[in-house]
């Protein structure tokens, strides 16, 4: 079993900006690309960015520019540094990673960029 736990959530003003982690444990072994998912009231899920094993990162146009996704290999852990933050990045955040053939999420956690 592979368990992500995410941290980092909350409230934030327009223009402000949020810190999420994810950290992978269990059966990790053969971990591959991370990323951060959100999903927004009635909207699907949507990819923001991901990152390999090896640091290539992909983002959505939506957050080019203002988010910024790490990971620390040693730490299994996936990192997403949210800059400029806009009333439309508001949503349930989802960390997601590839494990061997399988995909994993977490429970999610929620943004809300709100004055």
């Known amino acids: 079993q592979v368990q992500l736990a995410e941290s980092g959530g909350g409230l934030v003003q327009p223009g402000g900006s949020l810190r999420l982690s994810c950290a992978a444990s269990g059966s990790i072994f053969g971990i591959g690309a991370m990323g951060w998912y959100r999903q927004a009231p009635e909207k699907q899920r949507e990819l923001v960015a991901t990152?390999?094993?090896?640091?290539?990162?992909n983002y959505a146009d939506s957050v080019k520019g203002r988010f910024t996704i790490s990971r620390d290999n040693a730490k299994n852990t996936v990192y997403l540094q949210m800059n400029s933050l806009k009333p439309e990045d508001t949503a349930v955040y989802y960390c997601h990673a590839n494990v061997r053939i399988w995909p994993y999420w977490g429970q999610g956690t929620q943004v809300t960029v709100s004055s």
């Open positions: 990152i390999t094993s090896g640091g290539t990162t």
